[in-house]
């Protein structure tokens, strides 16, 4: 009989913000319902005679506590014991978290993980967004400075992301071609993001939280004054919200693509009702904070939808 254990592949519970981060917040959902907690980080998961292991740690949470965990026992488990994992650690979308991928794909016959790692491996968070670019802004992947100066002369505001980094980490406005700036971001990125820039990012972005193949909640992220930027870790005041006609229509096209890719959880985001190209399989956010605007809590439906 598989044990009643979920294990967390993720940052240390010690860099995490209980009061936003989505990966305590459904572990303490889970936990509810008897299951013990297994939290290890990435750099800890081996192959040792054929069984994938890690080295880590059981562990409660409790809300109601000032230090909102408790490490109850450290061990180095055999994964395929597991009944869930969970792959929740922060990009960048490295070599070393592809291994990890590669790794856990051993196992993935006999442990449900969230997200499958095989699809978590094939989706280029940005560049998969490739797909839907009529319902973007103009946007181009490229590291073509002749492109990327044609495309500046284009659309005149420019943002520069990089393809394969979180949380609004290196992005830049250009509102004047630099090509000494932007070549040291192409030596430093490779390919790249350039999109022309929405000025209604000051009102807010829309992040939508899909669920097995469901669209099932958003919220609002207001960047700071005199920032782009709409990720809570900036400083961006998060709102409850609701989704226009055009939103819903495009995030369930997408919901319904990403079931079939084998992804159970996603984020996407809309600035000014277009999608922005990020579209988050690797450890989305902001479950937490939607129960918190809201009452809704999307913990107990993601737990429901995998019938555990």
Not at 49 to 75: D, E, L, M, P, R
Not at 81 to 95: H, T, W
Request: proline content about 4%; glycine content about 4%.
């Amino acid at each position: 009989m598989i044990n009643k254990i979920v294990a967390v592949q993720g940052n240390h519970p010690s860099k995490l913000n209980p009061l936003t981060d989505t990966s305590v917040f459904l572990a303490n959902e889970i936990q509810n319902k008897k299951y013990k907690i297994f939290y290890y980080d990435p750099k800890d998961l081996s192959v040792v005679n054929s069984k994938v292991t890690a080295k880590g740690f059981f562990i409660k949470f409790n809300y109601s506590n000032k230090k909102f965990y408790k490490i109850t026992k450290k061990q180095n488990l055999d994964l395929s014991k597991c009944k869930f994992i969970l792959i929740r650690q922060d990009p960048p979308f490295n070599l070393e978290y592809i291994s990890t991928t590669y790794i856990l794909d051993t196992i993935k016959t006999k442990v449900k993980i969230i997200n499958n790692p095989t699809s978590v491996r094939n989706i280029s968070e940005k560049l998969y967004s490739s797909k839907y670019q009529k319902y973007m802004p103009a946007t181009i992947f490229t590291q073509n400075m002749d492109e990327i100066k044609k495309f500046f002369k284009r659309n005149k505001k420019v943002i520069l992301k990089p393809i394969h980094s979180f949380s609004g980490n290196d992005i830049h406005l250009l509102n004047k071609f630099d090509s000494k700036l932007v070549n040291k971001f192409i030596k430093k990125h490779d390919h790249i993001m350039c999109q022309k820039f929405l000025p209604k990012i000051s009102k807010g972005d829309k992040r939508v939280f899909i669920i097995n193949g469901k669209v099932c909640g958003a919220i609002s992220r207001v960047p700071k004054k005199g920032s782009i930027l709409s990720n809570m870790s900036k400083g961006a005041k998060p709102t409850n919200i609701k989704l226009t006609s055009k939103e819903i229509k495009i995030s369930k096209l997408i919901a319904k693509d990403l079931k079939k890719e084998n992804i159970f959880f996603a984020g996407i985001d809309f600035i000014d009702q277009k999608l922005n190209g990020d579209i988050n399989v690797t450890s989305p956010t902001g479950l937490k904070t939607l129960y918190d605007l809201s009452g809704k809590n999307l913990a107990k439906t993601f737990w429901k939808e995998l019938k555990a």
